[in-house]
């Protein structure tokens, strides 16, 4: 089976699963996961939600910026940067 047939025949359960052990960095069972295992999983979740179009703020890794009254915190660090040029 290849990765893309793996995230083809990818349950939400078992996405969900495989997301909350990233998070915690533990399988359910209780056993740790390694750094490999760790890397993979998140590679297989990051394909699984693209493959299936999630929105953005379901995606991990989503920070939400804005605040109740509609304007962002900070600075977008994807946005470009602007130049302003001053005249004297």
Do not use: C
């Amino acid at each position: 089976m290849t990765f893309d047939e793996m995230i083809d025949a990818m349950t939400v359960d078992i996405y969900q699963s495989m997301r909350r052990s990233i998070e915690l960095g533990k399988w359910p069972n209780g056993e740790k996961l390694t750094q490999a295992q760790r890397e993979q999983s998140l590679r297989a979740v990051i394909a699984y939600e693209h493959k299936r179009n999630l929105p953005e703020s379901e995606r991990v890794g989503f920070i939400d910026r804005t605040r109740a009254d509609g304007k962002q915190h900070g600075s977008d660090p994807l946005a470009p940067d602007v130049l302003k040029i001053l005249n004297s």
